[in-house]
T-cell receptor, first 113, second 115 residues
Framework: KNQVEQSPQSLIILEGKNCTLQCNYTVSPFSNLRWYKQDTGRGPVSLTIMTFSENTKSNGRYTATLDADTKQSSLHITASQLSDSASYICVVLISGGYNKLIFGAGTRLAVHP | EPEVTQTPSHQVTQMGQEVILRCVPISNHLYFYWYRQILGQKVEFLVSFYNNEISEKSEIFDDQFSVERPDGSNFTLKIRSTKLEDSAMYFC?????????????FGPGTRLTVL
C-alpha cells in the first residue's frame, strides 16, 4: 500500500532555532518527492521537488534531503521565524499517473517568540 | 502572480442537498485536480481532469461526485446528495502539464459543512 509517514506529528521551537522534520515513504513506482507548507485554512504551497537522483535541495532557509535507497527524506529549517508556523507536508508523486500525489499527515510546527 | 481561486470560501448545506464548488485554475494550465482534507486528516486525491475528461479518480470519487469545465475558465466539483462525512476542506489545483516536474498549484480551499 502506498504510504507516506511523517514525524514528529507536532513540534514547538523558539524563534531563531533550527529544526528537522522527517518523512518515510513506501510508494511505488516513485517519481519525485515534494515538501509543502500549509498555513491553517489555506492550500498547500510547494517548497521543493526532488527526484530520486537528488540528495539535497535548498530553497532559502529550507533544505530538503532525500535518500532513495532507504526511502527517507528530511526537511531542515534554519533560523526559524514566527511565520514558519504551519504544517509541513511530505508528498510523493506516483510515476506514470496523471500527477497522482500521496500526502503525508504533516508535521505541525509552532515557532514561539 | 497568477493563482488558483475558489468560491465560496465556506459553504454550509443540509444533508441530502446538492452543492457545487467552483474553481478558477491558472489561465494557461491544462490539468485540473480536486482534493479534500477532512479536519485533522491527510489531504486526499479525488480526481484529475484533462481535455474535458476525467484522467484518474480515487475510490472516494463515487457516483455522488462529478466534475465539469462548463466554460473556458471555471472548473467545478458537484456533490449530488451530500452526506455528513462529506464535510471537509476541498482544494482545487491546476498544473501546466502532467509530467512529474510541473508543479500543482493549489487554491485556498472551500470549507464544506454538511449539517
Amino acid at each position: 500500500k502506498n504510504q507516506v509517514e511523517q514525524s514528529p506529528q507536532s513540534l514547538i521551537i523558539l524563534e531563531g532555532k533550527n529544526c528537522t522534520l522527517q518523512c518515510n515513504y513506501t510508494v511505488s513506482p516513485f517519481s519525485n518527492l515534494r515538501w509543502y507548507k500549509q498555513d491553517t485554512g489555506r492550500g498547500p504551497v510547494s517548497l521543493t521537488i526532488m527526484t530520486f537522483s537528488e540528495n539535497t535541495k535548498s530553497n532559502g532557509r529550507y533544505t530538503a534531503t532525500l535518500d532513495a535507497d532507504t526511502k527517507q527524506s528530511s526537511l531542515h529549517i534554519t533560523a526559524s521565524q514566527l511565520s514558519d508556523s504551519a504544517s509541513y507536508i511530505c508528498v510523493v508523486l506516483i510515476s506514470g499517473g496523471y500527477n497522482k500525489l500521496i500526502f503525508g499527515a504533516g508535521t505541525r510546527l509552532a515557532v514561539h517568540p | 502572480e497568477p493563482e488558483v481561486t475558489q468560491t465560496p470560501s465556506h459553504q454550509v448545506t443540509q444533508m441530502g442537498q446538492e452543492v457545487i464548488l467552483r474553481c478558477v485554475p491558472i489561465s494557461n494550465h491544462l490539468y485540473f485536480y480536486w482534493y479534500r482534507q477532512i479536519l485533522g486528516q491527510k489531504v486526499e486525491f479525488l480526481v484529475s481532469f484533462y481535455n474535458n475528461e476525467i484522467s484518474e479518480k480515487s475510490e472516494i470519487f463515487d457516483d455522488q461526485f462529478s466534475v465539469e469545465r462548463p466554460d473556458g475558465s471555471n472548473f467545478t466539483l458537484k456533490i449530488r446528495s451530500t452526506k455528513l462525512e462529506d464535510s471537509a476542506m476541498y482544494f482545487c489545483a491546476s498544473s501546466e502539464a502532467w509530467d512529474s516536474f510541473h508543479e500543482q498549484f493549489f487554491g485556498p480551499g472551500t470549507r464544506l459543512t454538511v449539517l
